[in-house]
C-alpha cells in the first residue's frame, strides 16, 4: 500500500467476512483522523478519489482520515453534501484528463510553500479493461504527483474469465506491476463488498 524504490514483499488474499472476525482496519494509522503528526511541515495533506461519484470514498477520507483537501475526480456527478465539504475539489473530467491539472495545481504550489505531493490514492474507477486502474494510477506516478511514502488502495476489477482462482491470478499480475515501480507491503482483499470479479489491493 505505499511505494518506495527497490522493496517488495510478498502479497496474500483473504476475505473480509460480514461477521466481524475478519474486520478490515484502516491500514495507515499515520492517515487516521486523530493521529498525532510528528512534524508541523505536515499539516496539508491530500488525497484522491479516482472515480469518485457519488461520494463514499471522499467524504471517508475527509471524516475519518487526517486529509486537509482532496481532489476528487469523475466525470459524473456527486452528491452536493460530499462535494460542497471543506477542502473537496470535484474535478469533472476523466482521471486521464485530471491527472494533468492536478500536476499543474501541485507544481504552483511548491513554488511557493511545502507541498510535497499526494499522500493517499483512492480508486473505485468503473473500467472496462482490466490493467486500466492501474495504468491510471501509473500515469499519475509518472507525472510527479506523488509524495514519498504515498499509500493508495485500488479496485481491481477482473471482467475476464468466471473462477475466483482466475480473477485472483489476474489481480497478482497487476499487483506485479505495482511492485516492479517500486510498491511495498501490498495485500489483496476480496471485501465483502467487492462483486465477485473485484479485489481490492492496498
Not at 475527509?62 to 469523475?74: A, G, L, N, R, Y
Not at 482521471?95 to 491539472?101: F, G, Q, S, Y
Not at 504552483?108 to 505531493?117: E, H, I, P, Q
Not at 477482473?158 to 495485500?187: I, P
Amino acid at each position: 500500500y505505499s511505494l518506495s524504490p527497490n522493496i517488495n514483499s510478498q502479497t496474500f488474499i483473504t476475505n473480509v467476512s460480514l461477521d466481524g472476525r475478519k474486520a478490515l482496519h484502516w491500514p495507515f494509522p499515520i492517515l487516521k483522523a486523530g493521529t498525532k503528526r510528528k512534524s508541523t511541515q505536515q499539516t496539508h495533506i491530500i488525497g484522491v478519489d479516482c472515480g469518485s461519484a457519488p461520494g463514499g470514498w471522499t467524504k471517508y477520507l475527509k471524516e475519518q482520515t487526517v486529509c486537509t483537501e482532496i481532489f476528487s475526480i469523475d466525470p459524473g456527478e456527486m452528491a452536493k453534501s460530499i462535494s460542497s465539504l471543506s477542502g473537496v475539489n470535484h474535478l469533472k473530467m476523466t482521471a486521464a484528463d485530471a491527472i494533468p491539472k492536478i500536476s499543474e495545481i501541485l507544481a504552483l504550489r511548491r513554488k511557493c510553500d511545502d507541498c510535497d505531493g499526494i499522500a493517499i490514492w483512492v480508486s473505485d474507477m468503473c473500467v472496462h479493461e482490466l490493467t486500466k486502474q492501474v495504468d491510471i494510477f501509473l500515469l499519475a506516478k509518472n507525472a510527479d504527483i506523488f509524495r514519498p511514502g504515498m499509500a493508495f488502495v485500488l479496485t481491481i476489477k477482473c471482467n475476464v474469465g468466471h473462477a475466483k482462482d482466475r480473477f485472483d491470478d489476474l489481480t497478482r499480475n497487476e499487483v506485479k506491476r505495482l511492485e516492479h515501480v517500486g510498491a511495498y507491503g501490498l495485500k489483496i482483499i476480496h471485501l465483502f463488498s467487492n462483486r465477485n470479479g473485484e479485489r481490492t489491493v492496498m
